[in-house]
């Protein structure tokens, strides 16, 4: 319960070897699938993957990919991006999986975070899959490595624990504003880079026909179950039925082309195989609309 109705948020940073369950928890947290980028080496700085508002708290998860041993200068500079961003969210979750002992991955994190200020959780996730004697003997074990301020083993795929879990995060974290809409779940720059791509290939195969009346709204980033493909659904917006006949093309031929085309940029993008789906929507005089420029991504400071 907070005193007063103080609103609190905060920034929670996720880290671990892959496989952990970090996708797993998040996508159980904010109740949908958000978690899909891959783990190699990212040029962003720090990443919101979910936002998750409560009525008197918003916490704000950030991944940090690729926390590893550098193997060249690339790795090096990442490392350097992860510790600073590290020292500067409010709380660190390093999440383990509970059927695999403590191993060198883990030292090298754990040696990542001595010194750090931050309040670190020892989150220990796939309870489901071992006996709580088994528990103890990891708790004991990562006890005698590190000081962390909570220890808290989950099941992010039966959900046992989580409502725990983030309820002893938002205890610490400060007051604060909030940052995000309350019905914002994720905030990918991914997605505004794959929009760019679509719109991009529909202006060199369109040329003059279809000048600054187009938008391309991406409507789902998702994984694809047992497959290494991502699948990416995108509308393409313009203001007339004319021009909408021109996007589509005879017989949907350009429509194709601008799909095959985008799509090798965005498996560039991505790192992985990409399914693209494309739809073209009509919307009248869009560009007077203040709520669909919000929507589309436009923002005043940027004209």
Do not use: C
């Given at each position: 319960?907070?005193?007063?109705?103080?609103?609190?948020?905060?920034?929670?940073?996720?880290?671990?070897?892959?496989?952990?369950?970090?996708?797993?928890?998040?996508?159980?947290?904010?109740?949908?699938?958000?978690?899909?980028?891959?783990?190699?080496?990212?040029?962003?700085?720090?990443?919101?993957?979910?936002?998750?508002?409560?009525?008197?708290?918003?916490?704000?998860?950030?991944?940090?990919?690729?926390?590893?041993?550098?193997?060249?200068?690339?790795?090096?500079?990442?490392?350097?991006?992860?510790?600073?961003?590290?020292?500067?969210?409010?709380?660190?979750?390093?999440?383990?999986?509970?059927?695999?002992?403590?191993?060198?991955?883990?030292?090298f994190?754990?040696?990542?975070?001595?010194?750090?200020?931050?309040?670190?959780?020892?989150?220990?996730?796939?309870?489901?899959?071992?006996?709580?004697?088994?528990?103890?003997?990891?708790?004991?074990?990562?006890?005698?490595k590190?000081?962390?301020?909570?220890?808290?083993?989950?099941?992010?795929?039966?959900?046992?624990?989580?409502?725990?879990?983030?309820?002893?995060?938002?205890?610490?974290?400060?007051?604060?504003?909030?940052?995000?809409?309350?019905?914002?779940v994720?905030?990918?720059?991914?997605?505004?880079?794959?929009?760019?791509?679509?719109?991009?290939?529909v202006?060199?195969?369109?040329?003059?026909?279809?000048?600054?009346?187009?938008?391309v709204?991406?409507?789902?980033i998702?994984?694809?179950?047992?497959?290494?493909?991502?699948?990416?659904?995108?509308?393409?917006?313009?203001?007339?039925?004319?021009?909408?006949?021109?996007?589509?093309?005879?017989?949907?031929?350009?429509?194709?082309?601008?799909g095959?085309?985008?799509?090798?940029?965005?498996?560039?993008?991505?790192?992985?195989?990409?399914?693209?789906?494309?739809?073209?929507?009509?919307?009248?005089?869009?560009?007077?609309?203040?709520?669909?420029?919000?929507?589309?991504?436009f923002?005043?400071?940027?004209?």
């Open positions: 319960m907070q005193e007063n109705n103080q609103f609190k948020s905060g920034f929670i940073s996720i880290i671990g070897r892959p496989n952990v369950g970090k996708s797993t928890f998040l996508n159980h947290v904010i109740g949908q699938k958000i978690a899909i980028m891959s783990d190699k080496p990212q040029t962003t700085r720090n990443k919101v993957q979910g936002v998750f508002t409560q009525d008197n708290s918003q916490m704000i998860f950030i991944d940090t990919p690729g926390i590893h041993k550098p193997k060249h200068k690339l790795g090096e500079f990442m490392l350097k991006v992860s510790k600073n961003t590290l020292r500067e969210v409010d709380v660190i979750m390093f999440m383990v999986n509970a059927t695999q002992k403590l191993g060198k991955g883990d030292e994190i754990l040696e990542m975070l001595e010194g750090n200020e931050t309040p670190v959780f020892l989150v220990i996730n796939k309870i489901d899959q071992v006996h709580p004697d088994n528990l103890l003997h990891t708790i004991e074990d990562y006890k005698e590190y000081d962390f301020a909570e220890i808290i083993p989950i099941s992010a795929l039966q959900g046992s624990n989580v409502d725990r879990l983030l309820e002893t995060v938002e205890k610490y974290l400060p007051e604060g504003p909030q940052y995000y809409p309350a019905d914002q994720t905030d990918h720059p991914e997605r505004f880079i794959i929009s760019e791509l679509v719109r991009e290939k202006l060199h195969l369109t040329r003059e026909e279809i000048p600054h009346s187009i938008a709204q991406v409507d789902k998702s994984k694809e179950e047992d497959k290494e493909m991502i699948r990416v659904m995108a509308t393409i917006i313009v203001e007339r039925d004319s021009q909408k006949g021109i996007v589509i093309g005879k017989k949907g031929a350009l429509l194709k082309e601008v095959t085309r985008a799509r090798k940029d965005i498996e560039m993008l991505l790192g992985s195989k990409v399914y693209l789906e494309l739809w073209v929507k009509v919307q009248k005089d869009w560009r007077n609309k203040a709520s669909q420029l919000r929507d589309f991504g923002r005043e400071d940027e004209y």
